[in-house]
């Protein structure tokens, strides 16, 4: 079984910082390779989007409203991300992501339980 831990979400005041870990563990019974590592936010009524996303090459893409205050960094099977100057827009549930192509044809998402990240005064 598969397992994604996340942790680091908290209250926080506009222009704070915090630090998002995931880690996968587990066996995986099949042979793999990671085609990337992410992570998602969603708020209540809205649809999940990404975040950040970091490839097996090492290429990363943000969305646009944080770009150059979040940073994902990591290197399987953990994987961060470095939050500053955050905003009330930030205020959502943040979940880890990992997309492995199993048995060099099949690609598998996992994911983290989510982690609430709340920035209020």
């Known amino acids: 079984q598969v397992h994604v831990v996340e942790s680091g979400g908290g209250l926080v005041q506009p222009g704070g910082s915090l630090r998002l870990s995931c880690v996968r563990s587990?066996?995986?019974?099949?042979?793999?390779?990671?085609?990337?590592m992410a992570w998602f936010r969603q708020t209540p009524g809205k649809k999940r989007e990404l975040v950040a996303l970091?490839?097996?090459?090492?290429a990363t893409n943000y969305l646009d409203s944080v770009k150059d205050r979040f940073t994902i960094s990591g290197s399987n099977p953990k994987v961060y991300l470095q939050m500053t100057r955050l905003e009330p827009e930030d205020t959502a549930v943040y979940y880890c992501?990992?997309?492995?192509?199993?048995?060099?044809?099949?690609?598998?998402?996992?994911w983290g339980q989510g982690t609430q990240v709340t920035v209020s005064s």
């Open positions: 587990g066996s995986i019974f099949s042979t793999y390779t990671v085609n990337s």
């Open positions: 970091l490839t097996n090459t090492g």
């Open positions: 992501n990992f997309n492995l192509r199993v048995s060099g044809h099949t690609d598998v998402d996992y």
